[in-house]
């Protein structure tokens, strides 16, 4: 009969230590669980982030995208403003001609004054003249059509300019059409 207490004895002692390792191990899955659902509520936080940053930047491309686009139109605006009263005065130019008692004279003044007004309004744009006659030539700036020999000039001048080049800062915006010596 003892033995039989001993054994009893030692299984309610058994018995008392699986109930306290099942209750470890149930309070240990309670707290996994909880860990989880803390887990996933941070990571549908970050979801929820992640989403509304993505919709932003939607947002933020389409909207630069439009001032990029008006940006532009006011740019060409006010260029066309900027040339508006020179057109003006070619149209007036050619309603003065149209006349029988054309002076040769005083249209060709009138031109000239044209020129000179359209040549300020490209100033005023910032639009500079390339400087090419006696330059030495620079592939950057000039465009070479012709080159000849002749040794009165040094080597790589500029000696007769086609077609003018024109700069906006540091842009070219069309290179000078030149001839080249030596």
């Known amino acids: 009969m003892d033995?039989?207490?001993c054994q009893s004895?030692?299984?309610e002692e058994l018995g008392m230590e699986d109930r306290a390792e099942g209750h470890e191990a149930g309070t240990k899955i309670q707290e996994l669980k909880d860990e989880l659902e803390a887990k996933t509520k941070k990571c549908e936080e970050y979801f929820n982030m992640l989403q509304r940053s993505a919709a932003e930047f939607d947002n933020y491309k389409k909207r630069t995208a439009k001032e990029k686009e008006s940006i532009y139109n006011n740019a060409v605006a006010d260029v066309v403003a900027a040339f508006l009263p020179v057109v003006d005065n070619v149209d007036r130019a050619m309603g003065a001609s149209s006349g029988d008692d054309v002076d040769a004279s005083s249209l060709k003044e009138?031109?000239?004054?044209?020129?000179?007004?359209?040549?300020?309004?490209?100033?005023?744009l910032g639009v500079e003249e390339i400087k090419s006659l006696g330059e030495k030539f620079d592939p950057d700036i000039h465009n070479a059509v012709m080159h000849m020999e002749d040794p009165e000039y040094g080597e790589s001048i500029v000696v007769e300019e086609f077609q003018k080049g024109y700069a906006l800062k540091d842009r070219i915006i069309r290179y000078s059409m030149v001839k080249v010596v030596n």
């Open 3 to 5: 033995k039989t207490k």
């Open 9 to 11: 004895g030692e299984n």
């Open 110 to 124: 009138g031109i000239g004054l044209i020129c000179r007004q359209f040549k300020e309004v490209m100033g005023k």
